[in-house]
């Protein structure tokens, strides 16, 4: 009869090193996706505030270089007033308004931020091709107005002393596809003395003369996914205002 020779199998100790071996590789290949995931997903939140931004500059522009606007440019200047009259929160012959302030908001991911809480509202009247904020053409002979603003999540609009409507702005989805308008600060560049110069910029606090404004110069305070703030900073040059003092 044949002997069956004794097989060798593993002991404590080096079963013990093999594990330890192999939770040691796993917590690497672990780490290795918990970091591309993060990656991934800061990406993903960066591109997401790009595209953000990029509109939101697109629909400023859009609609405030429309201010003073109207197809009568012969009677534009000598009959401002009849063109545009009061109307709240407009004076006679005003096209554009502001108003001013700073609001505390909370932040993606927790924690709060003092933000700048501006707003700013211009009018103009038909003409082809004139839109308000939410893409509407504005209907002929008719005059419109259309406030820009932020509640600390999104970017709003009103369109004729309406309803507050969201533009922009998730502050209900994952972390990582969020994207909050905290705050919004206007300074308004003044023509102070007729030259068609910009002399200073004021925020609406410190316009005396709203019909002295050339440019309004837009801060958004953006945050997306669990990213620090960050400021998108343009400006929007108001060429119906020219020659209006």
Do not use: H
């Not at 012959?93 to 909370?106: H, L, R, Y």
């Amino acid at each position: 009869m044949n002997m069956i020779k004794n097989s060798r199998g593993f002991n404590l100790v080096e079963l013990l090193i093999g594990m330890s071996i192999g939770l040691f590789l796993l917590a690497g290949l672990l780490t290795f996706f918990g970091q591309n995931r993060q990656a991934y997903s800061y990406q993903q939140s960066q591109s997401g505030q790009q595209g953000s931004e990029r509109l939101a500059n697109i629909m400023f522009t859009n609609v405030l270089q429309q201010a003073g606007y109207s197809e009568l440019t012969n009677q534009r200047i000598l009959n401002r007033i009849s063109l545009f009259p009061a109307a709240a929160p407009f004076a006679d012959g005003q096209a554009v308004f502001g108003t001013e302030g700073n609001d505390t908001v909370n932040l993606i991911g927790g924690g709060t931020l003092v933000v700048p809480d501006d707003a700013i509202a211009v009018r103009f009247l038909d003409g082809i091709g004139i839109i308000d904020c939410i893409g509407n053409p504005v209907p002929v002979a008719a005059m419109s107005s259309v406030e820009f603003a932020v509640d600390g999540v999104n970017l709003n609009c009103t369109t004729d002393g309406g309803a507050a409507r969201p533009l922009m702005g998730d502050d209900q989805g994952p972390i990582a596809q969020q994207i909050r308008f905290l705050g919004m600060a206007v300074a308004y560049g003044l023509d102070t003395n007729s030259d068609e110069s910009i002399d200073s910029f004021r925020r609406a606090g410190s316009v005396t003369n709203w019909n002295q404004v050339r440019v309004a110069e837009i801060e958004l305070v953006i945050q997306s996914g669990s990213r620090p703030p960050e400021t998108l900073s343009f400006a929007v040059s108001l060429e119906n205002m020219r020659g209006i003092s």
